[in-house]
């Protein structure tokens, strides 16, 4: 080890406040905190790694022990100051609570707090790592962290902050340091690299700053790895890239391209070309999902956005631009998803080449797998719907001058009740009228009436007030298309439930009670009640709302059915039957008959309802 080398991230060390990058509001705070002499007794220094934690600790305590302290700018001659800088103070205290986490080394500290200060003015414990303390150890330095001697300071660094007990944070004055920004540690960067004779390009001090992740330590102990690359030659972006071993821009670009084009053979001849250059299978897949975030943040914002969201150069940002224009924001989405779901594949295989293959070849079918009727259905399926089937194109009607077909000469006539909105179509009446010798022209209008409504069922636009008679037309319906025939559960469904309230673009459905209304909501019996609701409607841009009856609802009382018209008998026959049964007949028939009467109730209660119940939700009979 050559004694005179120092890292950089120790040689260009901030040694005073306004040399800290970042972070304006905790030096303003700490500035002010001196300028005025209002120094708190405790500090705990919160944030991600290589921000600037230790380091504003540190230059905290040189301002305060400084012989003209406390002052904002420390002499850097003192004997306080110099011991700081050498990292070899007496009067303040390092500690790694990492290696020092039991509640011995609390103790230990507690005994030599009440010594007084050597040189300086106060007694600085820094301890770093701090939520790494046992709950003993916070425990016994507790009492001291609220009440410490005069000239004692406790400054706490950690990056876990919600590890630290809360009676701890409580007694000290928090400042969280941010992310340093990425335009930030380029500049610092910049005049480092001019500092130390470093030939090196923007770009390539932009992915090292991306590639620290907001810590200016990391983008300093990097920089300090590729200036041995330096030399007569500039250091490029694809340098970092290698370093690193990242995907070039352009890779990436190409790769993206033939996904999006579905182009499945160039796709795999790029992976190969990627591949053999050294670069690991789950690697490349995360640089192409990060490559895929940053389409999508193109897709979705401004070019001045992007430039900040993406950290990208203007060139590739204008790149991505016209890439995005071919495809559309919900494949992207989906092409990150896919990415996703390979990495946490490949992460559990012993052959991730295989699977790097597959996931490309995969991925190259973006025009077959993001159908919007595919999306659709999924979307259904996930509500509990219907899946839809693939929707034909329609044409508009058109209608040619047609025969009138043969009418008779009288047509008997209807008198029937006016429809209500509900139902899928209206019948014309027709009048009771001689038919004229002109045919064609009586006939045509209603004949065209009646095949527009008959194809065309219009969906309905009237708002329906609870509880009226065309919401139980419309469940009774329903039931029909459900059951068909089947007395049973006819009955049964008519007593369980009711549609309470339609209007238009939703059905209420109240049932009797929590555990049927859970039952009916399960995702087959949904989906049959809404394919059910759509073939009486025409029509499945609607909402259906499952639930329990509650007290504003109307009571749930069965729909009637029309019940066919019953053939009168004319009394005189009803009278020559009655007269051909002799008394006893009479008498045996009508005992007869209240027998059955009887039996026929009995099973009837047992069949009709509870018969039903049993069947609709897989239950069975208890003697």
């Known amino acids: 080890m050559n004694e005179g080398y120092l890292p950089l991230y120790r040689k260009y060390r901030p040694q005073k406040l306004d040399d800290i990058v970042g972070q304006a509001h905790i030096k303003k705070a700490l500035s002010n905190a001196i300028k005025l002499n209002k120094i708190a007794h405790a500090y705990l220094f919160t944030g991600p790694r290589g921000t600037g934690k230790t380091s504003t600790a540190r230059i905290l305590a040189k301002s305060l022990n400084c012989v003209n302290g406390p002052t904002v700018t420390p002499c850097e001659k003192c004997e306080s100051c110099i011991s700081i800088t050498n990292t070899v103070p007496i009067d303040v205290i390092e500690m790694d609570a990492a290696s020092n986490r039991s509640v011995d080394d609390a103790r230990e500290i507690l005994e030599k707090v009440n010594y007084a200060p050597v040189h300086g003015k106060y007694k600085i414990y820094i301890i770093d790592e701090v939520h790494m303390l046992t709950d003993q150890a916070f425990n016994a330095l507790l009492k001291t962290l609220e009440e410490p001697p005069k000239n004692v300071i406790f400054i706490l660094a950690t990056t876990e902050a919600h590890k630290v007990l809360p009676t701890i944070i409580s007694r000290c004055q928090r400042f969280d340091f941010k992310r340093i920004t990425t335009e930030d540690i380029i500049e610092h960067l910049r005049k480092i690299s001019d500092k130390e004779g470093l030939k090196i390009t923007d770009g390539a001090l932009a992915v090292i700053a991306k590639s620290s992740a907001g810590g200016m330590r990391d983008s300093l102990s990097l920089l300090d790895q590729v200036s041995s690359m330096g030399g007569q030659e500039e250091i490029t972006e694809e340098d970092i890239n290698n370093l690193l071993g990242r995907l070039s821009f352009d890779s990436l670009s190409k790769l993206s391209d033939f996904i999006i084009k579905s182009d499945g053979a160039s796709a795999i001849s790029e992976l190969e070309k990627i591949y053999n250059d050294g670069n690991e299978p789950i690697q490349i897949l995360t640089n192409l999902l990060l490559h895929f975030k940053n389409m999508l943040i193109v897709k979705t914002c401004d070019k001045k956005s992007a430039l900040e969201l993406t950290n990208l150069s203007k060139e590739q940002v204008e790149s991505l631009i016209k890439t995005v224009e071919q495809v559309e924001k919900h494949q992207i989405v989906f092409l990150i998803n896919k990415v996703s779901d390979y990495i946490k594949e490949m992460k559990q295989t012993t052959n991730q080449q295989l699977w790097l293959e597959v996931a490309l070849i995969d991925l190259a079918n973006l025009a077959d797998n993001t159908k919007l ?251």
């Open 373 to 623: 009727e595919d999306l659709e259905n999924r979307l259904l399926r996930l509500e509990g719907g219907q899946v839809q089937p693939a929707r034909p194109t329609v044409q508009a009607p058109v209608h040619h001058a047609q025969p009138v077909p043969h009418v008779h000469e009288h047509v008997q006539e209807k008198h029937e009740q006016p429809k209500t909105v509900q139902e899928n179509h209206v019948e014309p009446v027709v009048e009771h009228k001689e038919v004229s010798a002109e045919p064609a022209k009586v006939a045509e209008a209603p004949t065209q009436s009646v095949h527009n409504e008959t194809q065309q069922p219009q969906p309905p636009q009237q708002q329906i007030s609870q509880g009226g008679d065309n919401l139980s037309k419309l469940w009774l319906d329903a039931i029909n298309v459900l059951v068909g025939n089947d007395a049973p559960k006819r009955a049964a469904l008519k007593g369980m439930a009711g549609v309470v309230e339609y209007n238009g673009n939703e059905i209420v459905l109240a049932v009797k009670n929590q555990i049927f209304a859970n039952r009916f909501n399960e995702p087959v019996r949904r989906s049959k009640l809404m394919s059910a609701f759509s073939q009486i409607l025409g029509k499945d841009d609607f909402n259906l709302v499952i639930r329990a009856r509650t007290a504003a609802d109307a009571k749930i009382v069965p729909p009637k059915e029309e019940q066919p018209k019953k053939k009168i008998t004319p009394p005189h026959e009803v009278m020559q039957k009655i007269e051909e049964v002799s008394d006893e007949e009479k008498e045996t028939v009508s005992e007869h008959n209240e027998a059955k009467k009887n039996t026929e109730n009995e099973e009837h209660m047992k069949s009709d309802f509870a018969t039903s119940v049993r069947n609709l939700f897989d239950g069975k009979f208890i003697e």
